[in-house]
């Protein structure tokens, strides 16, 4: 399937913004979806839509097979052993939180070491800064080197004996660096810490394999990967997930309620307190299909492809400043950048008037902006329906945008 092919499984990229087509490169805030996922939400509530696992009528027979059904697709999509270690979540904040607020809070004492980047969304920091407030424990930051990639010999001298819990991203939302995730839990592991994966970034362009990696929880949302928002997961081995308490109670997590006293369900489900988010997780199912279908290598091998060209045709920009690694192999398909003394809001707004959408501010990523020295930086993040043609309006844009503050100032 080529790309012009795929773009026309994605019906809203299929109209004018501005009057200009649209390009859509803000895939890193949220992906688009294919007909095939708003087939299947839309199906679900056609035909199927009722509570799960409470009915023992068919609609209900047939809203579980396909719930349950999408969360066997997660544990073969990331290789898990067994559904048990799949709890759903609202995405990967609510999964990283419950880590935090579950088994950090419950394992962790003064004196005892957190270790994050300084990449990391807000969503795998704030949460941590918590559990270091509530525990005394102490919250470290891994250096990262001039090109914001990490490096072994820093983790392996940063991560002492003392150290429970590494935190880190697969993929940076805003310097795109894709981190050796087996090797720093290899090393966590060694020193009897436990290693979280926030995969938001990760789980759209990479193969990922738990158990290969092996790494101890592992988080992502289902709208950056072609499915909805509002779903997502939680990987966690067995063992850990066992220990844990749940953060939410209600209906569907148990199993016995008396006046004083409750038990919980087994695993997953006594995490996942309320009805569910039933359409959401169908809907990632059907994501993980169209994702697989079309190859998580054949999508990686594209996005290095558009980051070349991206970073070939953006560095010919007079003072344009680009952010994370040179090569772009080292990186997914996120590009960061800021054009001279234009404030990137400016840029994204003539952008926008263009019909290119791009992403400006900090990207929820602030001790990262105060690492590079700015406030502020646009993005452009693509994806499998995004092409050359798409950066060349891209750079076209740039140019104009830099021609048009020129006059301005």
């Avoid at 081995?237 to 953060?247: D, G, Q, S, V």
């Avoid at 148990?254 to 169908?282: C, M, Q």
């Amino acid at each position: 399937m080529n790309i012009k092919e795929i773009k026309q499984l994605f019906p809203i990229l299929n109209q004018d913004v501005n009057g200009h087509p649209l390009v859509y490169l803000d895939s890193a805030a949220t992906s688009q979806k294919p007909i095939q996922v708003i087939d299947a939400i839309t199906n679900y509530y056609r035909q199927d839509n009722s509570n799960v696992h409470r009915g023992v009528h068919t609609l209900g027979t047939r809203a579980t097979d396909a719930y349950e059904g999408a969360r066997e697709k997660i544990r073969k999509f990331i290789n898990a052993k067994s559904i048990e270690e799949i709890v759903y979540t609202r995405g990967t904040t609510t999964a990283l939180n419950l880590v935090a607020s579950s088994y950090g809070n419950a394992n962790l004492k003064e004196g005892d070491e957190i270790i994050i980047t300084y990449m990391e969304h807000h969503s795998n920091l704030i949460p941590w800064q918590q559990v270091a407030k509530n525990t005394g424990a102490t919250l470290k930051y891994f250096p990262l080197q001039e090109d914001g990639t990490l490096s072994i010999d820093d983790v392996r001298a940063t991560i002492t004996p003392n150290t429970k819990i590494v935190a880190v991203t697969m993929v940076s939302n805003v310097l795109g660096v894709m981190n050796p995730i087996k090797e720093i839990a290899k090393i966590a592991h060694e020193n009897g810490a436990v290693i979280v994966v926030d995969a938001a970034q990760g789980a759209p362009h990479l193969k990922i394999d738990v158990q290969d990696l092996d790494c101890d929880f592992l988080a992502l949302s289902g709208h950056k990967m072609c499915g909805p928002t509002g779903i997502g997961a939680l990987y966690g081995k067995k063992k850990l997930l066992e220990n844990m308490e749940p953060i939410e109670f209600g209906g569907e997590m148990i199993d016995f309620v008396g006046l004083y006293e409750s038990s919980w369900k087994e695993l997953p489900w006594k995490f996942e307190g309320g009805t569910p988010i039933i359409a959401g997780a169908i809907g990632l199912g059907a994501a993980i299909d169209f994702l697989q279908e079309i190859g998580l290598d054949n999508i990686l091998e594209h996005e290095h492809k558009l980051a070349a060209y991206t970073l070939e045709k953006m560095s010919a920009i007079e003072g344009i400043s680009i952010y994370g690694p040179k090569e772009a192999e080292k990186r997914a398909g996120v590009v960061t950048f800021n054009l001279s003394d234009v404030h990137p809001h400016d840029v994204a707004t003539v952008l926008d008037a263009e019909g290119i959408a791009v992403r400006a501010g900090h990207h929820c990523a602030q001790p990262l902006m105060k690492w590079l020295d700015v406030s502020a930086t646009a993005r452009a993040s693509f994806y499998l329906y995004n092409s050359e043609e798409d950066i060349d309006r891209l750079v076209e844009g740039l140019v104009k945008t830099k021609e048009y503050f020129s006059d301005v100032f």
